[in-house]
């Protein structure tokens, strides 16, 4: 197939440029528009950006001419990548969609849509149907898919499993975050070296509530969220990269921790022969070391796509205790949204 | 009173130098012997230890000579402090106390005897007594006192209040645990840099049990433990003092967020008005701020013997979530002890 | 004598903040007036400032109404401290020492005007003459006094013994510089988390000039700078507190590595009879271990106040190396200021 | 051509498994033997190598059975590169050089040995005709050659330009050092977390000595050894990977900031058309951007193959600094020795 033409919003912060930097090369999309806020627009990105990625700014994206984001100016584009900070991104990323451009978004702000797909692949695929209830155009041509919060990303991909063999019936989960989750500048060397934080605001909730839709179910009126509870802690570590959870689970029918394991090893995720190219060949590694997973060590694996899970042992409050971690820039934010982008394009979507 | 004679086992270890520190200008102990393994044994202090402490080492023990740890060296001593390994704690301590001398330990190895104190005096003074049961010499004059696990200190002190008011079902905690609580060398730098490890070796297993000893009733027999269950996640953090924990309880009353805060502002400790120099006018800060505890600003707080609280909350899965975070070489060690100590002065048993 | 009334310009900032914490209980000044910009003027200082410091905000300044920056609010106090941003210090500091109100700066503006004194009481105290020739006032009730920057302090505190037992033909430093100098929130943590960033914006024109003036000969005229060339390279590396320095230097004539530990050690600080309260007993520490020092062990020697010194040796590239360390916010800002201030009693500029 | 079979020696250690890590997939090479001490001999690699590289061990060395250190274990092999230990490399290489396999080592053992090429095939290529002066067999089948210093590589390769246009006077380098060039479990992580050790043992007088030879021309008798000056302080920064250089340099003949910059950029690197796979496309890479180059973000480029160079500028002491950077265990060590072996092969020695 001939290639998509990809606009990216708000392609000069920290999840703008991760966008870039994954899409480089990528066999599907070409990056063909960038947009910004009013100070950034009329320069080239190279003038307008704060480059803070480890490579290089690509030749191809460098001297292209930063434009505003509004939807009269990327008539040339398939569909965007937002990127954009939740502040602006409701009326932005509604123009475009009112306007036949697909938004394929990182922002929370329209996550809790009913209309709104709120998608990890290998989890609810079937989500997408969604977009036939959205009314942004009278055609259907425009639309809204999101990708969820960084620390839900591991949390409801190490849970999916556990949903379908056991049930659940409650989670506890301390999240140590990474600092690139708060972009750049972002969080101050002097708050966190050495140091951890107890407190990230209003990341608790996300954590307590996104779950409960990404394991609904569709059904004609919409989703039916999954509904038990949920308590989050959510802490700020000095990690450069790599969101870790440390998850305590209720199960409705009990499990041994070798049942847990086997439901992970043995789960078949939806979308693994539809040879998407930034899915990993397995979405979940299950690692035996102890002292595994390490954000360091792990957060890289399959390219920053797969969620990493350890020390899966039975628990004297609850049934079930483990680790999960997964990269929280790549899998949490930009790489899930490429890679939701790719089973639009395999669904006849795009 | 004229102050009393002192003798430190494993004097050259981390917990050794920081039971030197913190013994310095010490009003009621002064420092008489040092013990140490063979290979330190005949050297002086200044010869034998890699001292790590931010502080110079004090000119009143740089000279003195060190002992081997055996009873016979130390008859000129009051009581000792064991720094000791676990892998020699068990033999070494028993030495001392059939000898005659009192032995006011960090060591694990005697926490789980039914006859030996595990202290905190904050939380449980009166099981002290239990020394009465000991065999170690006919005439009683040679005992073992101990005082818990790093995490468990902030972790126990923090519920007590909980458990006299409320009453506990079930405790939920992950711990970020501080460098310093492995020792020296301890953790490898390439190990921690920038990284979480999600596993502590042995530790879970005290955290998930020594409570239930220092929260149980002291009766003819001995202690009765308490009895709810605990399920525990340590982990490590590059933070160099200071564990910090995220803790969620289930009470067996009910009770709101404001009911807890005040349950501990108004919890009496029953160590209050004994003038111990060692013990903070206040054994728990309770933090307004959402950011804090953090270990970089708080740990050394009243001089790292007070024990810091923080984002008490009502949780949706069992009933109280909060922060707790002390001091893990001070107040959760050497500290520790030396409050023990001070507290066996007050109550006669010194 | 009765305490003088001292005022904070820029108090809700880092070096503010710094003053404000060292000043606690200062025996000679109590602080009575804090100034910060029109944003925070009109508040309580506990509504104002976003304190960092890692003691509690002390009672006693937490409740003052911060004023304006303007001499004429200023009024009821003896002097100022000044920890103004270079952008608006220099109007401001002229207002207050032309309303007579004498200014003690940390501030870099007036550092290098012939008739303003750079001052390290340790080194060029007979340097405060120079207020005699400043026109602010004709009564000369106000005038400026400036410290120098803070990879100066420990640069040339180690310098003047061999400037006065040998002579010095040039010097070469590598500064790593704690990450408390650049302010709040200053260093971003993406920046510099297990990184080192080799380039700190105007400040090695500083560190290559600023040793000129302080080591300069008073006479009528003024002062008659040093004139050796000094080469700087100025890095950021993730330290707390603490600038380190790598220093190379040519001596006129010339000296064995022993010749200069003996000249630092037999130096005689010009002040030390004097009894000022914040003056480190020995302005320099020389360390004879080759480890030390280190900014996390010896920043906060003598209260942050002595220059820490170790592997002194002699090389084949100019004559001799050595390290330099002291304590950036404290010894190297506020802390430095304050025994200006403190010098300025005793020679009966206050 | 067939690929050629390659020993490791020292194969579980840092530098060991680097070699692993670096060579799976390598087009010429192919590991079929690794050796290790005789706690690890007999055992499979899985079973002997306690694995810390950030990807998994490969499945082609996980399985193969460590082998004793002697060369009679090692006849199916062409050659082996060495990892091993100094305290152990002077016998072990000997013995296989001897029976007549070629050792390409990264030790540090016979870097001094005048007819051991000291190589840097970007600097030095010519320096490997050495090798038919060694004696080790009668054939000249079996020969060492080694890999310099992970400091003097940066050092190095960035003066060799500046040596052929302008000629050396004196340098002057403090390198700020990364704690993967400590081995592992190397830097304590109480020793460095939010620290700088000014002191590496053993580490100055290699950066002082060995660029002598590294730069010296080849006659009839070996090496004339170059002869300016070099200061050299080496401290350790909490840095995973990447040495950093402060250098300031003095020339022969005097050349601008710019002559040095044209220099650097026109320098022809000698085997620029030899097509070794892992030679860096440019050898140096240089910065305009002062805040660049960084260890966290340039370490990588090229696969840590490249030197990174910025801030060139003119001095007040000698005539230019500028900083260097380079991966200490890629190019400073495991992939300097596999880019010294693939020129030994295009030079007919392999």
């Known amino acids: 197939m001939s290639k998509f033409n990809a606009g990216i919003l708000g392609a000069t912060g920290a999840v703008g440029q991760k966008f870039i930097r994954l899409l480089q090369n990528h066999p599907w999309f070409t990056i063909t528009a960038l947009g910004a806020s009013e100070r950034s627009a009329g320069k080239t990105y190279r003038e307008a950006a704060n480059w803070i990625e480890a490579v290089p700014m690509p030749d191809t994206v460098a001297g292209l001419s930063v434009r505003n984001c509004v939807s009269g100016e990327f008539d040339d584009v398939d569909f965007v990548f937002s990127g954009l900070d939740s502040s602006v991104a409701t009326d932005i990323e509604k123009d475009f969609a009112s306007a036949g451009i697909p938004v394929i978004s990182n922002a929370k702000n329209y996550r809790t849509d009913p209309t709104v797909p709120l998608l990890i692949p290998e989890v609810n695929p079937d989500h997408i149907e969604l977009i036939k209830k959205q ?61 951890v934080v107890p407190y990230i605001g209003g990341e608790e909730s996300k954590v307590e509530s996104e779950p409960h839709k990404l394991l609904g179910k569709l059904n004609e009126e919409g989703i039916l969220n999954a509904s038990f509870p949920i308590q989050s802690t959510a802490t700020r570590v000095p990690v450069e990269n790599g969101h870790m959870l440390a998850v305590t689970v209720g199960l409705k029918n009990k499990a041994s921790a070798s049942d847990v394991i086997d439901a992970m090893k043995n789960w078949q995720s939806p979308i693994a022969d539809l040879g998407l190219p930034s899915a990993p060949p397995f979405p979940i590694k299950i690692h035996e070391d102890e002292r595994y ?58």
């Open 135 to 195: 009314k942004f155009t009278a055609d259907g041509s425009g639309w809204i898919v999101t990708n969820p919060n960084c620390v839900v990303v591991p949390l409801v991909t190490s849970l999916k499993p556990l949903y379908d063999a056991f049930g659940i019936d409650a989670v506890v989960v301390t999240s140590m975050q990474a600092i690139s989750g708060a972009g750049y500048p972002g969080v101050a060397s002097l708050d966190i070296l050495g140091n």
């Open 293 to 350: 997973p390490q954000p360091r060590l792990h957060a890289d694996s399959e390219n920053g796509m797969q969620t990493a899970v350890g020390r899966i042992r039975e628990t004297r409050v609850l049934d079930i205790s483990y680790i999960a971690m997964a990269h929280n820039t790549v899998r949490g934010a930009a790489g899930g949204a490429i890679l939701n982008a790719e089973l639009l394009v395999k669904k006849g979507y795009l």
